[in-house]
């Protein structure tokens, strides 16, 4: 993590970086973030995630804390003083603080604002992105609206740790039909056996990812086919590929689902490309 942070207005050290005890975010998950890929010091999708945020904070009737043109200036200057190059920054707003009550607070607050920036070993990440990752599926137990961008992480949280404690990397939720939404804090995609790309459609309830959309773009000018549609653990197993995409993994090959390999136990050639592909079209549009 890198040693300064922003809190509402201010930078300031990171071992003193605090957020007030009522703060509706700790208290209430009453706040929402957004991650940015960083490359040369640049915001990747850097629209794509203000969009999201405004949306966001829209559906939760907060307002927006300041303008996106003030907010990219924050972000690069907390950047800047991290001496962030390749990374990732995280932004959160939450209602603010107020006395504890569920309901909104009937009394004006201020947003509360926190930035944190940290450095990502580029070199180690491709060396774990050429090796591939493992997945493990747990039942899907999240609320009904995944697509705000909300702090209430309890559930992933949750799932991500029964991954680790597997020796894998993402958990991926899967719903009562038996088909895979997304992962604890990524997207799921499979390569099926005619070559056609799949992944969760976006009226299911999970988030609507940033690099999943640019990846979707770059999939588009590349003249390959994707099938919206859901697919179960089993589908993934007998795949041919599978991946997951997200602002901290990019796009990372996944070679086994439970412990049964995908296609041939390792990351496959089209899951190589797209993360290529990805990575070229995200550091040109990066600001
Ligand atoms: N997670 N699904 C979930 C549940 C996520 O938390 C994320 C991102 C994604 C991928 O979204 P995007 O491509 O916009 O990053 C999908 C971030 C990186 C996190 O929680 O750290």
Excluded at 44 to 64: K, P
Excluded at 105 to 120: G, Y
Excluded at 240 to 253: C, D, S
Aim: include cysteine; charged fraction near 25%.
């Amino acid at each position: 993590m890198g040693r300064i942070a922003y809190v509402n207005g201010r930078f300031v050290p990171h071992g003193e970086a605090m957020v007030h005890i009522e703060d509706r975010g700790y208290q209430l998950a009453d706040a929402v973030y957004e991650v940015w890929a960083v490359f040369g010091g640049r915001l990747a999708d850097a629209e794509g995630h203000f969009a999201r945020l405004e949306r966001s904070l829209g559906e939760l009737r907060i307002a927006m804390p300041m303008s996106r043109a003030a907010l990219t200036l924050v972000l690069k200057e907390a950047l800047r003083r991290n001496r962030v190059r390749e990374g990732m920054i995280y932004l959160q707003v939450s209602r603010g603080v107020a006395k504890r009550d569920h309901a909104f607070p009937t009394t004006a607050v201020r947003p509360a604002v926190v930035i944190t920036a940290s450095t990502v070993d580029r070199e180690g990440v491709e060396a774990r992105a050429a090796k591939g990752v493992s997945v493990v599926t747990t039942p899907e137990n999240r609320w009904g609206r995944c697509d705000i961008k909300t702090v209430g992480l309890l559930p992933n949280a949750l799932a991500k740790q029964k991954a680790r404690e597997a020796g894998a990397a993402e958990a991926w939720f899967v719903d009562d039909l038996g088909f895979v939404t997304e992962g604890a804090s990524s997207n799921a995609w499979i390569v099926d056996g005619e070559g056609r790309l799949r992944t969760r459609d976006t009226n299911a309830n999970i988030l609507r990812g940033i690099t999943r959309s640019t990846l979707l773009d770059v999939i588009a000018r590349e003249g390959m086919e994707v099938d919206e549609r859901p697919f179960t653990p089993a589908d993934a197993v007998a795949a041919t590929e599978a991946f997951i995409t997200g602002a901290g993994t990019l796009v990372l090959p996944v070679i086994a689902v439970d412990g049964k390999p995908v296609g041939q136990g390792a990351p496959g050639p089209v899951a190589i490309r797209l993360r290529r592909l990805y990575i070229e079209q995200a550091k040109a549009a990066a600001i």
